[in-house]
């Protein structure tokens, strides 16, 4: 019977028969027999198999199962004899698939950098570091999935093409239909976007958090999870022109429900892939960041440090620590406050909450002094920002106002007004950057290499 | 306590003291209290609630709390003495959070055109229609990542900007960040993409089966759900520029094994759907196509019929009906040829299979009479074709060939013929395009009505 090697590891029993498949990642040739380690991406772990040179063609057939090479197994399992595994499986019937020249088979056994890896896209998730990264990410994925449904949050999909600009910021891409070489022009010498395929200028989207309003204005409790794009030229470890994020949004919901729900949140994730990824989990801490068990444990078991802006500010002034950026009201926390809050003076994640109105994106809550917003940022030791969030201006004339004082127009956003002047609600949200995530899961420090095919300035291979 | 709807209806007792939230339908006036019908989008019925004339400010509450409004209520549950509901809600405290003038709100009790609602894609969510659809839509999402994750596979994220194109066909939407007021020209009079975001040119995907492909290489079971683009001038109800599609790839996995896998994924999401969203369903068959429920059990209680390209030739060319297009082997069968297999001679869904090579994609296996491919689609009643796949071409050689052929370049293709260079293995896969799938089971017969925020020619709104 077929069986993933996941399965075969923890289940199997001796003198059971069974099949495999997967690909060889290593050899070791013995007298009278074969060791292959097996993998099929179901595990970290490899299945041993042992090849007795009684096989048809043995040694044919071990001159071509090199590293890389794909075969089919039947066999009976047997307890191993051998030291750093429970079972083995005793080889009766192979089918070699695919070989794998060793002369040219870029994956051999030695240690390769992420670096080269990452020329590699299309082989690198046959690794044991790639393949535990991708299986940690889906692990992260089906938790964020049960988390929302299971609290009956509808899972919508927002636009990934759009003609607004959520925040009035960011570098956006443009996505169009016409030639770029002959791209039509007006008499006036703007762009002809009459003839696009659009009618109009479009963009590919940095959030979606401005649609998923519109359902939780229907639905009571929705969330997002989709691709995001930001056409900033940051060649860095920590930013990405294509990303994934995940946006609830809360219909009759305050920010202190915002936080709630995002504490919460974060602890099931994270419970949730400890629970399933311990094989994963624990090679990250073995070769990766001898922190992210610890890191793991702290998060689901203690509750989150909630201050104030104002507060924040009061602490990083405070402190004997000299910062290379101001620390003053009104200006931003630069990464550096913001791991000094998390890592040094809290050590576990931190909500900084009620920031001044003028640094942050106008559809956040303008609070009665007038000068703070309802916004929320969770910062967590290493990874800095991982979550941010507010409760939104819910008010349709102070909406308008903020959105003039920015030098926005609001003909733009006449749907979003018209959320505030039909039925509106208190309501909340955040967002979260699924990368960051998985990076902050598994102490990968460069962001390249937690999502399968990344894109950056020059770089969109695979 | 806070209850949504959904839960109040299924299982609150009399006399239970609840708080709900949501948004106002319909208000009956009597004589000493009103009814008001209150939705929170959790579930198509609403909540009857009573509001006595002893209420505090009843006169200019009822007055203010029309159908959009938003309100909180507490109060105590009744067995409702009226027809239609077995409880209701009679109010204690209300707090009113949003009016809706009823001069300008346009979603008042009368039915609106789908046409119109579209236009109001802010606002169509809150509709008894569309709010149906997007809680199938939801429902059919979790039960295909359920079905896959139950099953060991890893859900991956193949990227949205891509620089090759799958099918060597199509039309794409170029992605650039290059103004397109001004886009530079090398001289040599082509657009200089040395100086665009990613240094060449680049697209949204139409599909992440050759990148799913890596994945399943390495992981053996892997699925992609996400959105995928065509900038086909179609201003139709069956397409969209922006789509969301499922692609599944197997790893050691033939055709047989491709379309048994559809077949028990179809079955599944059809019963998941059936089981959890009953009386969205139940709507649907009475409101919009009275033949959806039985379709849905149709497909959970019957084999497909599975049938060659050549038999399907030979069926449509002995039947007696006249076809606006010719029925020749070779031809690629239209619409009309896919509906009378399906809807009139077996009634049911169909899978056809081993089309001829000349008119499918290179990537397809070519059997060993040299005159067709290992694809299958299968064909549902009313909807065409919903699922696509393939038996993949696993051979260097004749992959290599099958590029040539249709006048592409195996360059290009450099990566995914490694595929078939180191440890290449039998694999298959298959795609369903989302919409179709929520069309199908839903009966709508506009695909724009069917995605939140439809993306078509000359209309990115929202």
Chains 1, 2 share one sequence.
Request: contains cysteine.
């Amino acid at each position: 019977m077929m069986r993933r090697i996941a399965d075969v590891l923890k289940q199997g029993q001796p003198d059971e028969a069974i099949e495999v498949q997967g690909w060889v990642r290593t050899k070791r040739e013995s007298k009278g027999f074969s060791f292959l380690e097996i993998n099929d991406g179901s595990a970290l772990a490899n299945l041993q198999v042992v090849f007795p040179e009684q096989l048809p063609n043995y040694v044919d057939l071990i001159k071509r199962l090199n590293t890389g090479a794909s075969l089919q197994v039947a066999g009976v399992l047997v307890a191993s004899p051998g030291k750093g595994q429970r079972i083995e499986l005793k080889a009766a019937t192979v089918t070699l698939y695919g070989e794998a020249d060793p002369d040219s088979y870029p994956l051999q056994k030695k240690r390769h950098s992420f670096e080269f890896l990452r020329t590699l896209g299309h082989l690198r998730p046959r690794t044991n570091t790639l393949g535990a990264v991708f299986r940690v990410r889906n692990a992260c994925a089906t938790a964020i999935h049960q988390f929302f449904q299971q609290r009956g949050f509808l899972w919508v999909h927002t636009p990934i093409i759009t003609t607004s600009d959520c925040e009035g910021a960011g570098e956006m891409f443009t996505v169009t239909s016409l030639d770029l070489k002959q791209v039509p022009q007006t008499e006036t010498q703007g762009v002809d976007y009459s003839q696009d395929f659009f009618g109009r200028p479009a963009y590919l989207t940095v959030s979606g958090q401005l649609e998923a309003e519109i359902m939780a204005l229907a639905f009571t409790n929705v969330y997002t999870f989709g691709p995001t794009f930001r056409a900033e030229n940051s060649n860095t470890s920590r930013h990405l022109a294509e990303f994934w994020m995940v946006e609830p949004e809360m219909a009759f919901c305050d920010l202190e429900g915002d936080m709630d729900l995002a504490e919460a949140f974060l602890k099931y994730v994270f419970q949730y892939v400890l629970e399933h990824c311990s094989e994963d989990m624990a090679f990250f801490n073995t070769r990766i960041d001898n922190s992210v068990l610890a890191t793991a444990e702290n998060i689901v078991s203690h509750e989150f440090v909630r201050l104030t802006y104002t507060e924040a500010i009061a602490q990083l002034q405070k402190s004997d620590r000299s910062f290379e950026y101001a620390v003053e009201w009104g200006l931003d926390l630069q990464s550096e406050h913001e791991r000094y809050l998390a890592e040094e003076l809290f050590q576990k994640p931190v909500i900084v909450t009620d920031y001044p109105a003028q640094i942050k994106a106008f559809y956040m809550r303008l609070s009665e002094d007038g000068q703070t917003v309802r916004a929320m940022d969770i910062l967590a030791p290493k990874i800095g920002e991982i979550i941010g969030g507010s409760q939104r201006e819910e008010r349709l004339e102070v909406l308008e106002q903020r959105i003039r004082a920015q030098g926005l127009d609001p003909a733009i956003y006449w749907w979003y007004l018209d959320l505030r002047r039909y039925g509106t609600v208190p309501h909340a949200g955040f967002g979260l950057g699924f990368e960051r995530l998985v990076q902050f899961m598994t102490g990968m420090t460069n962001i390249r290499d937690v999502i399968p095919f990344p894109r950056s300035p020059l770089n969109a291979e695979f």
